[in-house]
């Protein structure tokens, strides 16, 4: 019989594509031949409001058993915003003030939690996912088993506050996504330093069988560049828009500017933008294959899987040259450029387009870059070695 792990993370399916969710369930998927996996998550689909969407209850996605917990109330913007900015200004906080910031941060379960605590005898390791939210900033200290953090650690104004040391203090060992977040992390926290720890981010895999014609399907006719994800202003989309206006009102030409993936502000209407909504995978490569180049604008990223998605499909990477983890993926891979300006962005789409030769060597080299250190294979073998000394050590 397999030993039980378990995985708890504020929203878990299918149809929650990027960011740590996604990344969440790869790793649960992975490890169903030598684990028997489970997940505690809420019922919320969207991570802006929190709203109850999935039944509450137990299911099975590809293997993994989900455990869904209610949330108790939808997240109130204007209260979690007055909120930070308050605690933001203080460098002290009581324990009550919190605690609120958590209740109001969300995704409020504690159903899940007591859940969780009443059962922690079942599981070998548990894995929390995500710093940030609720059940692993309240459930960490809290449980007394096994644990592993996957922090997704960003240099961001919320992993100053006090009540965060407690929850890396709590952890028995580290999973994370690149040495870029393990050095911030271990600088910030040196309650983590001389844990156990592996830096293996997430694996990518090239697509199986003849992709679409996106191209005919879509209407993609002229040169694009592309971005993937949530369309939202905390991936940068409001820049990446500008930066794109400023390039066509000084150079012109045809060249275009791709979105694909839920759309969550407000987005001009012109023709050189277009909007494609969710895509299946297969549809998702072929868009990346066909671009010019991948654009992340986003200021705080722990890996970024589309980017590695989009090296993998050889093609080069504009990215925020403010993200540490952004800017490494350049430079050790020699598979991108990055800016801070719309300058730069300019002179960066410039040299792309007036340096085939150049260009040429970045799409092998993204693809080399991500077969040595991204494949599932490597990443699972590591991932399975850390949660056996930890299951050991506690055990």
């Not at 987005?267 to 072929?286: N, T």
């Not at 730069?344 to 789409?349: H, I, L, N, W, Y």
Request: proline share 4%; aromatic share 12%; net charge negative.
């Amino acid at each position: 019989m397999k030993e039980k792990i378990c995985f708890v993370v504020q929203r878990y399916g299918e149809e929650i594509v990027g960011g740590s969710e996604s990344e969440c369930r790869m790793y649960a998927e992975r490890l169903t031949p030598y684990y028997d996996v489970e997940v505690i998550t809420s019922c919320a689909v969207n991570h802006v409001t929190w709203a109850n969407e999935y039944e509450e209850g137990v299911s099975t996605i590809n293997g993994v058993t989900v455990r869904r917990f209610a949330v108790e109330h939808e997240r109130n913007l204007q209260e979690f915003m007055a909120l930070s900015i308050e605690l933001t200004q203080r460098a002290q906080h009581t324990r009550e003030e919190d605690e609120h910031f958590q209740e109001v941060q969300g995704p409020t379960a504690p159903k899940a939690l007591d859940w969780l605590c009443e059962h922690q005898g079942d599981y070998k390791v548990v894995l929390f996912m995500t710093y940030l939210y609720y059940l692993a900033a309240m459930g960490l200290p809290r449980y007394k088993g096994k644990s592993l953090l996957i922090p997704t650690t960003h240099d961001e104004w919320s992993v100053y506050f006090p009540c965060y040391r407690e929850v890396f203090e709590a952890a028995d060992g580290y999973v994370y996504n690149s040495e870029a977040e393990r050095r911030f992390t271990e600088k910030l926290f040196l309650e983590t330093v001389g844990k156990p720890y592996i830096t293996i981010g997430a694996g990518v895999e090239y697509p199986k069988g003849e992709l679409p014609d996106v191209r005919e399907r879509f209407g993609l006719d002229k040169p694009y560049l592309l971005y993937c994800g949530r369309v939202e202003v905390a991936k940068g989309c409001d820049a990446l828009l500008d930066y794109f206006r400023t390039y066509k009102n000084r150079f012109g030409g045809d060249l275009q500017l791709v979105f694909t993936g839920k759309v969550e502000m407000e987005m001009p209407k012109a023709p050189d933008i277009h909007m494609l909504g969710f895509l299946s995978e297969e549809e998702k490569y072929a868009v990346m294959q066909g671009s010019v180049a991948f654009c992340l604008a986003s200021h705080f990223e722990s890996l970024s899987i589309v980017v590695l998605e989009s090296l993998m499909m050889g093609r080069p990477v504009l990215v925020n040259g403010g993200c540490e983890v952004l800017r490494d993926h350049c430079i050790l891979g020699q598979c991108g450029l990055w800016f801070h300006t719309a300058d730069d962005f300019c002179a960066d789409v410039r040299y792309l387009l007036e340096n085939p030769e150049t260009y040429e060597i970045m799409r092998r080299n993204g693809r080399e870059y991500v077969r040595e250190n991204y494949s599932w294979e490597a990443i699972v073998g590591k991932l399975r070695g850390l949660i056996e000394l930890v299951g050991q050590k506690n055990g």
